[in-house]
């Protein structure tokens, strides 16, 4: 029986390893990016958004009390007879303010939603980062020394690290029955 392993393929192990780095730094590359997207959002919300929302209910709060003002102008020069264009511009402007604070309610709601609804999802890729940074570099560097080893055992060389045994086993052992000093007990 041959007592040998039949080493057939140490280049799979290597080719292996090497799309595994690869695939470790573009995971990272992913992960990093998403979570520099997800503070960018945080701070499009917390900031831009609401800024904006602000400033259109500013806006339209003036256009309906401009509406508004033109209406009872309107009223006034032809003394009770009722100028349907003003009315229409007063409801358009008090639809459009509405749907300003409707946006900014809904904006001040995802600020105040978005940590509790992201962390947990957060803390996940932080798992996996550290899986990608930590675990796949130790697989990496597993799959590098087993490389070598095989690569080494298939060439009939030992393993580094490890020394050849000797040619005499006895050689190197005291006799038995021999004491420490060399004399036979």
């Known amino acids: 029986m041959n007592s040998r392993a039949r080493v057939t393929s140490v280049e799979a192990l290597e080719a292996f390893r090497a799309r595994l780095v ?3 730094a573009q995971a990272r590359a992913a992960l990093e990016e ?3 997207e997800v503070l960018h959002t945080r701070d499009w919300i917390e900031s831009d958004r609401r800024t904006w929302w602000e400033n259109q209910v500013r806006r339209r709060a003036r256009a309906l009390e ?3 003002q033109a209406l009872f102008g309107a009223r006034l020069s032809t003394l009770k007879t009722e100028c349907s264009a003003e009315q229409l511009l007063v409801h358009r402007a008090k639809q459009s303010l509405e749907e300003a604070e409707a946006k900014l309610r809904l904006v001040k709601s995802w600020c105040r939603d978005f940590d509790n609804r992201v962390q947990p ?5 932080e798992k996996l980062h550290s899986v990608l940074s ?3 570099t130790l697989a990496a560097a ?9 690569t080494d055992y298939a060439q009939g060389r030992p393993p580094a690290g490890i ?3 000797s040619a005499s086993p006895a050689a190197e052992s005291p006799p038995q029955g021999a004491d420490a000093k ?3 007990s």
């Not at 999802?121 to 890729?125: E, G, M």
């Not at 597993?142 to 095989?150: D, M, P």
Request: no cysteine.
């Open 22 to 24: 690869v695939y470790a």
């Open 121 to 125: 999802l957060l803390k996940q890729t």
């Open 142 to 150: 597993f799959l590098a020394q087993a490389v070598s080893t095989l």
């Open 34 to 36: 998403v979570s520099a």
């Open 134 to 136: 930590q675990d796949l």
């Open 163 to 165: 020394t050849a045994p």
């Open 66 to 68: 401009e509406a508004r």
């Open 182 to 184: 060399g004399g036979a």
